[in-house]
């Protein structure tokens, strides 16, 4: 899938919270110290406090009754609500869309797990007591959605994405996609890391035993028009997604999503001023390192923050003080590929709306 060319569509403000804060410049302090897990010591992890809701926009039963990472979803999103309020849209003109992974409630998986081993003959009883059934899933995050929707008023087009790492990418694509078809005028595009419990190592499995997961949220606001008062303006230029586990035909498959990213600037890799991707996976080192072309990511900093990490190297990306004062326009390419055989690629143009001044 491709960027539609009917309409531009502008970052124009972002939220974010993690290990390393909530302003974006933090991003580039210093690197935060992870954290022993509590249920597996030998593990590290970069955990964070839920948040205090904003009293003015949620009520303060929110507060008791929505998991820990829905609050750093709807502490993000408190934050641009100036910014879209003062766009002055009507509300079904707002787009929204999120990336919520699952949720552990309403008993810890690790009392599944426990369960199990003392009576592995039943299994499926087991499961059935102690894993959250879908529907209470299914609510709570249409719940969170609908907070947000009430808070900020957006009614426009909805959109909700339940995974982990390719979730980001799928609720930016969709949000760009109602903008640049003229069915919203702006969109917020929210996400958050799944809590940090034995679920979540369960759920990734043997390949990531090394893997040190962050706790974070990040929102977008994108709009038609640029913002008329931030030094820097972003657009989103182009963006490809592709799917693929068998190994023989990955590299032709990231390939292709790559092309298809840079293809409405007519652009090749040797355009690009920054890459966003990680170099320690080696398919995507083969395809965008370069001796004067290294790989830059957020992860060191944040840890791994799955549904949310894609907006959050986006804030990344484009908060760098340098953009600021490099007068030319710079393009940024964000590459992802998850362990599930996930392809997303994102290119974004940067530039200095103060250079003529």
Known sequence: ???????????????????VGRVCGDLYGALPEAQPVPFAPDRLAHFIAPPRLAGELFDRKIQRSVEPQGLRLLDCVARLAPTLGALQLRPERIALTAAIPEVDAPSPCWDAVEAIARQPDKLLGQLFA????????TLLNS????????AL???????????QTNAGLDALIEAVVQISEDRADAALVVSSSPNI????????????????YGEGAAA?????EPSASAPLSVRIAGFARGYCVVQERVEAVARRVLEQALSGEKFTLGDIDLVMADAQDPLLAKLLLGPSRPLRNSRAMTGELGASALLTEIIFATCNERH???PR????????????????????MIENTEKGA
Do not use: F, Q, W
């Open 329 to 348: 326009a710079r393009h940024v390419l964000l590459m992802t590929r998850s362990r599930a055989g996930h392809l997303g690629a994102l290119l974004l």
């Open 220 to 224: 977008l606001l994108l709009a038609a």
């Open 130 to 137: 102690n894993t959250p059934p879908l529907h209470a899933l």
């Open 324 to 326: 600021c004062d490099d």
């Open 1 to 19: 899938m491709s960027l539609p060319p009917a309409r531009p569509v502008y970052l124009i403000d972002a939220a974010m919270l993690n290990a």
């Open 153 to 163: 008023r957006c009614n426009g087009p909805m959109g909700g994405y339940c995974s």
């Open 143 to 150: 719940s969170v959605m609908a907070y947000v929707a009430e």
């Open 197 to 212: 419990t034995p679920a979540l190592y369960l759920r990734e499995g043997p390949e990531a035993a090394e893997a040190c």
